[in-house]
């Protein structure tokens, strides 16, 4: 289901987060002021589940990823899950799922109370702190742990099927430094 409401404060919580007015956002995504207004207010548009392309403009303006709109739609942040560095690793925690699994909990919980009547511009403060614990949590470089032989071998043999026709960087990784073996130290059996 699309949450119109959460894609409005999104549009609204980014928009002063840049020290602007609504005609300010209006301008920069090339709308008028009323249809900002119209946005923020999470009212469904008369083509939902369609999304106008006035919301993609404004995902620009306000530096969304591509996918914002539709992230934004579903809970998620417009801006990314995170903004943590791509190549780090985050601390488990006691109960076994990651910061970044827990991250997106913030977010449900805050509009889930606002809901049931909870303050907005607490919710606004609570997600911003949220954002800033987890920018706090020291970053380290991943780590892989050691690939089986075979491991290169067949990652998802049937994936061309289906319409995948890459090879996921860390495997790409891992293959280039194989084949840079492989030629430094020749072919070594088991």
């Known amino acids: ?20 007015l609504q005609a300010d956002l209006a301008e920069a995504a090339g709308l008028t002021k ?6 923020e207010a999470g009212r469904p548009p008369a083509s939902a589940p369609d999304i106008p392309s006035g919301y993609y403009a404004v995902g620009v303006a306000l530096g969304w990823l591509a996918d914002g709109v539709e992230r934004a739609l579903n809970g998620g942040n417009p801006k990314g899950e995170t903004r943590v560095a791509t190549g780090t690793a985050v601390e488990v925690s006691a109960s076994g799922a990651s910061v970044l699994d827990l991250y997106p909990a913030v977010g449900r919980f ?30 380290r470089p991943a780590q892989s742990a050691p690939q089986p032989g075979y491991g290169l071998a067949a990652y ?6 289906e319409g995948d ?5 860390d495997d790409a990784a891992r293959i ?9 130290h020749g072919r070594q059996e088991p």
């Open 110 to 139: 805050a509009r889930a109370a606002v809901a049931a009547g909870g303050d907005p511009v607490l919710r606004d403060l609570l997600e911003e702190a949220a954002d800033r614990l987890l920018q706090s949590v020291p970053q």
């Open 156 to 161: 998802r043999p049937h994936a061309w099927a």
């Open 165 to 169: 026709t890459g090879v996921p960087d």
């Open 34 to 39: 009323r249809t900002i207004g119209t946005y």
């Open 176 to 184: 280039e430094q194989a084949l840079e073996e492989h030629a430094r």
């Open 1 to 20: 289901m699309q949450d119109w409401t959460y894609l409005g404060e999104c549009i609204k919580r980014d928009r002063k987060q840049k020290q602007w």
